[in-house]
């Protein structure tokens, strides 16, 4: 948007240009031809006036040559006074003359020709009237001279109608170069106006389309300002900028309601802002504001602020640097309030000490399960044990049968405490996870349950493992429970074999891993023949002392493979088990790999 704006802005000011240009060449174009009509008339007046002295020549000297012939009819010096002034006359306009052409070198030339002759014709007078004898105007000398004086006559008017053709010529030709840019002046003047008036169309209709485009933005612009005002209401938090040049900032309104304010009610500086800012932490506040103007940048600062009622906030603020439109560096900046936040993260350490107390708790529990239980537990049996030995000739059938049923529960109850210690290991966080070789753990598992493999004849095969990163004691945990289950749920009447493998997988390949926090997984699946299950109990047979069989048919706790799951999910893996009843059940592990 503001890209286009600035665009509008560009075009609107070349039409600006345009049209200026256009009226500098329409005003200069009108003084061009004010100025040629102005030179035109004075070339008219110019000429006119070299005419007319011109003629006056001509007539002033045609006076002379009347006033002589008068003269030399009547010798009547009275006709000589048109000589004499004519002379004058012809001087003035002479004068008058070198004024006028001064600056023409042509005119100049004809006009020095002219006045030479006119000198001579003037001398002709004298020497015709001079020559005369006295009533004798047949005289040949007189004759001679005054036919001179008229072939000089004859030459000056020539001469002066050359003068004035000349002078009507230039006039003409300068008329119509005159006339040719009067003709083409108005045409070019109305092409420059109406261009004129096509650009000013032109912008017209740009400003009214960008009128409208401003406003349709200003409205949408309203509507996206009333939007962030509630997002920031309903999100807790306000922005500020800060202009570097100017040290000018700004606030929205609900940066002023993050401090307990009114929208707008003081005005915008660092040094109001602090007043609001909790004494423990103005100090600090002020040397990140400072640090903040000299990197113009702002990582995230954490401080509280005191509302006028009493109420602590916890706010977070960050700042970023950009350039404006006007390449000023304008500091942009978020602060939200984290109340909330801090108060759950309290109550979670508040639940996190509570659950370090429960752990302790069952630390002391699990001592207790291990050392205080046990031990009355063994004096049971050992007592029970001396019965047989030593009363069992004075008990009845009866007596003997319920010392059996002791005994067994007992012991049940002692393999179910063995269970809950095994559980409660696994769920402890002191873990560490290393590189081991699976092969020996699972070798380990084997000599574990040596004796009831023995015992049932059992058939293990498994393929090489790679080394894998885990927890030892725990897999070797997870080997035992997962083979010791799959024996004790032999077939009757069927030898038990258990097939171990493994492969890498891709997670996605996987139906069985949700949510993947890697992309490969060992693969290590248990086969066996035994017993099965059905398929609806594939998940709870994973929850604590969840049990599919009578602890008459099958012994056990119902507590191992919740303990093989806590291991897997240690080991941020997965477990799933499949069965089909009388045919076996299989029971495959997902461990991430690294």
Not at 120 to 136: C, E, G, H, N, V
Not at 142 to 162: E, H, P, Q
Not at 186 to 210: E, G, R, T
């Amino acid at each position: 948007m503001i890209k286009t704006l600035s665009n509008n802005i560009s075009f609107l000011r070349t039409m600006l240009y345009l049209s200026a240009f256009v009226i500098l060449v329409v005003g200069a174009l009108t003084y061009r031809s004010i100025t040629e009509v102005t030179k035109s008339s004075e070339m008219v007046t110019h000429t006119y006036k070299v005419n007319v002295e011109l003629e006056q020549i001509l007539s002033n000297l045609k006076d002379a040559e009347t006033g002589q012939r008068g003269f030399i009819i009547t010798r009547d010096s009275l006709f000589l006074d048109s000589y004499i002034s004519g002379r004058s006359k012809i001087n003035n306009s002479f004068a008058e003359l070198k004024v006028l052409t001064r600056n023409d070198t042509l005119l100049n030339t004809n006009l020095i020709a002219l006045n030479s002759l006119i000198n001579k014709r003037l001398i002709a007078f004298q020497t015709s009237y001079s020559s005369l004898p006295k009533d004798d105007i047949d005289d040949p000398t007189f004759i001679s001279n005054f036919r001179t004086g008229k072939s000089l006559m004859d030459s000056i008017s020539t001469k002066i109608k050359s003068i004035v053709t000349l002078q009507n010529n230039i006039l003409q030709t300068r008329k119509n170069e005159y006339e040719s840019d009067l003709m083409a002046t108005p045409l070019l003047l109305f092409s420059l106006l109406l261009c004129s008036l096509i650009l000013m169309y032109v912008a017209y209709n740009n400003i009214y389309k960008n009128i409208k485009k401003l406003k349709a933005t200003n409205e949408a612009l309203e509507i996206f300002k009333e939007s962030t005002n509630q997002s920031e209401i309903v999100s807790k938090h306000g922005s500020w900028t800060w202009n570097v040049k100017n040290n000018v900032f700004t606030f929205s309104d609900n940066l002023y309601r993050l401090i307990g304010e009114q929208p707008q009610s003081f005005k915008p500086t660092i040094e109001n802002f602090l007043n609001y800012v909790h004494p423990e932490d103005a100090e600090q506040l002020s040397e990140q504001v400072e640090q903040m103007k000299e990197d113009v940048e702002l990582p995230y600062i954490y401080y509280r602020v005191v509302h006028k009622n009493g109420n602590i906030k916890h706010l977070k603020a960050y700042g970023k640097s950009l350039i404006n439109e006007d390449n000023d560096t304008v500091l942009l900046g978020t602060t939200a309030d984290i109340t909330d936040e801090i108060m759950s993260f309290r109550a979670l350490e508040e639940r996190n000490m509570e659950l370090e107390r429960n752990n302790k708790e069952l630390s002391s529990f699990n001592y207790v399960a291990s050392h205080d239980l046990q031990e009355p537990l063994r004096k049971i049996q050992t007592f029970l044990s001396r019965l047989e030995d030593e009363e069992a000739e004075n008990l009845s059938s009866k007596g003997t049968k319920y010392i059996d049923r002791i005994q067994n529960a007992a012991t049940r109850m002692r393999l179910l405490i063995d269970d809950l210690l095994q559980f409660s290991r696994s769920n402890k966080a002191d873990k560490v996870i290393e590189e081991s070789n699976i092969n020996l753990l699972l070798e380990a598992a084997k000599q574990d349950l040596a004796e009831v493999i023995s015992a049932e004849n059992a058939e293990i095969t498994s393929d090489t493992f790679p080394t894998i990163k885990v927890i030892p004691f725990q897999i070797q945990q997870l080997f035992i429970n997962l083979l010791g289950n799959a024996i004790k749920y032999k077939a009757e009447g069927r030898t038990p074999k258990i097939v171990i493998t493994h492969k890498v997988v891709d997670a996605e390949d996987e139906e069985n891993i949700v949510k993947p926090k890697k992309p490969f997984y060992h693969k290590i699946t248990f086969t066996d023949n035994g017993i099965g299950f059905e398929e609806q109990y594939a998940e709870q047979i994973f929850i604590l002392f969840s049990r599919l069989h009578n602890k008459d048919e099958y012994s056990g706790t119902g507590i191992g493979l919740s303990i093989c799951k806590k291991i897997v999910e240690n080991h941020s893996g997965y477990i799933t088990a499949s069965g089909q009843p009388g045919k076996g059940a299989v029971f495959t592990v997902y461990l991430p790999i690294d």
